[in-house]
């Protein structure tokens, strides 16, 4: 069973940038992918983009493309999603994920990004 | 970009009666759609993968079905913990995507 640890809560200021971390055990890191997924205050879950480790592959949503940089790191079994330009609609919580076909398994705990001068 | 929709709103069901969600894609997904539970405060929760296939420790009161465009979540008789937010989630383009529906809130009548 894969488990999930991300970084905790980080506040940044409009314009600036957030790197989340997210640690993985258990499992074979370089057999899954992750996912990210945010859910802003009261409101619903948004595919952001995710990163298959074994390819150093990493796609994103539209919406995100040229703001979003999805890496990982095998040494490790981390994978971190930074986000950039940061506007106050960007405040959410940000989930990591694993995912073998496209759906989420197994889900990190969540961490919170508040945007906010 | 495929988009999700997902009707009702918002269902109020009494324990122990059966609800049904609904999930429709704007375009054929296959059997690439995915369910999830959503408790407040909580990450997400898998329940259905494959449009029909329960997850690892899911309940079999909760059972998925359609392919194509046309999906249907159904709680064959609500317990106390189903109450929650369920979103499905097309994966029919992965690893370029993954969208999810913006939510069904299954509340106490």
């Known amino acids: 069973q894969v488990q999930l640890v991300q970084s905790g809560t980080e506040v940044k200021k409009p314009g600036s940038s957030v790197r989340v971390s997210c640690k993985a055990s258990?499992?074979?890191?370089?057999?899954?992918?992750i996912a990210w997924v945010r859910q802003a205050p009261g409101q619903g879950l948004e595919w952001m983009g995710g990163?298959?480790?074994?390819?150093?592959?990493?796609n994103s949503a539209q919406k995100f493309q040229g703001r979003v940089t999805i890496t990982a790191d095998e040494s490790t079994s981390t994978a971190y999603m930074e986000l950039s330009s940061l506007k106050s609609e960007d405040t959410a919580v940000y989930y990591c994920g694993s995912t073998v076909s496209g759906y989420v398994d197994y889900w990190g705990q969540g961490t919170l990004v508040i945007v906010s001068s | 970009e495929i988009v999700m929709t997902q009707s009702p709103a918002t269902l109020s069901v009494s324990p122990g009666e059966r609800a049904t969600l609904s999930c429709r894609a704007s375009q054929s997904v296959s059997s690439n759609l995915a369910w999830y539970q959503q408790r407040p405060g909580q990450a997400p929760r898998l329940l259905i993968y494959g449009a029909s296939t329960r997850a690892t420790g899911i309940p079999a009161r909760f059972s998925g079905s359609g392919s194509g465009t046309e999906f249907t979540l159904t709680i064959s008789s609500l317990q106390s913990e189903d109450f929650a937010v369920y979103y499905c989630q097309q994966y029919n383009k992965w690893p370029r995507g993954g969208t999810f529906g913006p939510g069904t809130k299954v509340d106490i009548k």
């Open positions: 990163i298959v480790p074994i390819f150093a592959t990493a």
């Open positions: 258990g499992g074979t890191f370089n057999t899954y992918a």
